[in-house]
């Protein structure tokens, strides 16, 4: 009992380090278990921590586990999903384990380095244009987000504790950022003062925009052992990248941009659908995902903000077009997703994280910092709203397509399992 119990868990805590959310683990725990010939399976799951009880008969056997590393891999996510999803009959703790062997060693990063740095660049420029930032503004916020990317990288290959690989990363990018545009200033290329703003583009890499958007998912479930630590977890992130940024640019000088500009020409949302094409396959690498979900990903991103961004412009209030997207993104990647056979988590997500409001929070903390505490607020409260909207989108598209979520089965019991083959 212990050896599948111990199975079992290890499962869990692939899920939990792949950055899934609290009821994709729970569920593959509990198709595992069940498998394995559990009669039933209680866990309670955080971001780095899970606490299961596993019942046979009349015995029972609890188990803790942890690890203090969270992270995001769309295609681990995806290999684990594929094996639980297929656990239709009966295993034993020495088959379980042999598979989950082979995704450890097969499913490694698929990306190098370069390739990531690239990614950060392109997601970063994304969002310089979504932000109406000028070309030259949206240029340098690519290189300085790949020389953020770069370090952030280099540190954690090296175990750097995420924090300060963030919070480095965040520091690097401005000042390349500011560097480089002092540089052009002094070339007569750009008027230095004009061009500082673009400098929260060039951070925006490092927003935790997979456990923000889980952790919402998951608190809608009332599980608030994984949304709260979730959350938590994320929005620990940002603090620690958002006063990174903060403190340089109070030594730079350079202050976030003022309200987002008004579109005056409608071609710009065709640049605005390119933009948001860019950006969104630029975060799906970063999530290590595979070039079918950054395909995926891209496309039902980039309608679903360019649907946001009419609206805006149409009248509709920032929060309310901020749901229709993500409903847009939810409705639309549920489908993709069942067409293309893979998690729903790695296409909604990705897609989301274009929309995050990143200009007004670090704009949030940089007016706390320098003691103008109403435009501070006001900023924190759009960032917060922009993003609990979008993450009740999600929701209300979930509901909408997955009765198995809404009414909380996480298997189908009725169904029998077939006998053990080797």
Request: aromatic content about 8%.
């Amino acid at each position: 009992m212990g050896v599948a119990a111990d199975a079992v868990l290890r499962l869990g805590l692939m899920f939990m380090a792949a950055g899934t959310g609290g009821y994709r683990i729970i569920r593959g725990m509990k198709r595992a278990g069940r498998a394995l010939g559990f009669d039933r399976l209680d866990a309670q799951i955080s971001v780095t921590t899970i606490t299961c009880t596993f019942h046979r008969g009349d015995h029972f056997r609890t188990v803790v586990a942890g690890q203090d590393s969270p992270g995001v891999d769309a295609s681990r996510i995806e290999a684990l999903e594929t094996l639980t999803h297929h656990l239709d009959r009966r295993v034993d703790a020495e088959w379980l384990n042999a598979r989950l062997d082979r995704i450890e060693s097969g499913v490694v990063k698929r990306w190098t380095l370069p390739v990531l740095i690239l990614a950060a660049g392109l997601a970063c420029a994304g969002f310089a244009v979504l932000n109406h930032f000028s070309l030259a503004d949206v240029l340098v916020v690519a290189v300085a987000a790949g020389c953020g990317q770069a370090v952030r990288g280099l540190l954690l290959r090296r175990h750097v504790r995420q924090l300060g690989a963030v919070a480095a990363a965040a520091v690097t990018a401005c000042l390349v950022f500011w560097a480089v545009i002092e540089l052009l200033g002094l070339a007569g290329v750009v008027e230095p003062a004009a061009a500082a703003p673009g400098f929260v583009a060039s951070v925006l890499f490092v927003v935790p925009g997979f456990p923000l958007f889980s952790a919402i998912i998951d608190l809608s479930r009332f599980d608030f052992t994984a949304g709260l630590s979730r959350l938590t977890y994320a929005a620990t992130v940002i603090v620690a990248a958002t006063f990174s940024v903060a403190l340089v640019s109070g030594v730079t000088g350079m202050a976030p941009p003022p309200r987002p500009a008004t579109v005056d020409d409608p071609r710009w949302f065709l640049l605005a659908a390119a933009a948001s094409f860019v950006g969104i396959a630029g975060f799906a690498l970063l999530f290590n995902s595979s070039r079918r979900m950054v395909l995926i990903a891209a496309v039902v991103g980039m309608a679903s903000n360019v649907l946001r961004l009419v609206l805006v412009q149409a009248g509709a209030s920032a929060y309310a077009a901020a749901f229709l997207g993500g409903l847009a993104i939810g409705l639309l990647g549920a489908v993709a997703s069942k067409k293309a056979d893979i998690p729903r988590i790695t296409t909604t997500v990705p897609a989301s994280v274009i929309m995050i409001p990143g200009p007004a929070m670090f704009g949030s903390v940089y007016a706390l910092t320098s003691g103008n505490i109403e435009l501070g607020v006001d900023a924190a409260a759009t960032a917060v709203m922009t993003v609990l909207a979008i993450g009740a989108g999600l929701v209300t598209a979930r509901m909408l397509t997955d009765r198995d979520w809404v009414l909380g089965r996480y298997i189908d019991l009725e169904k029998p399992l077939a006998e053990f083959e080797k």
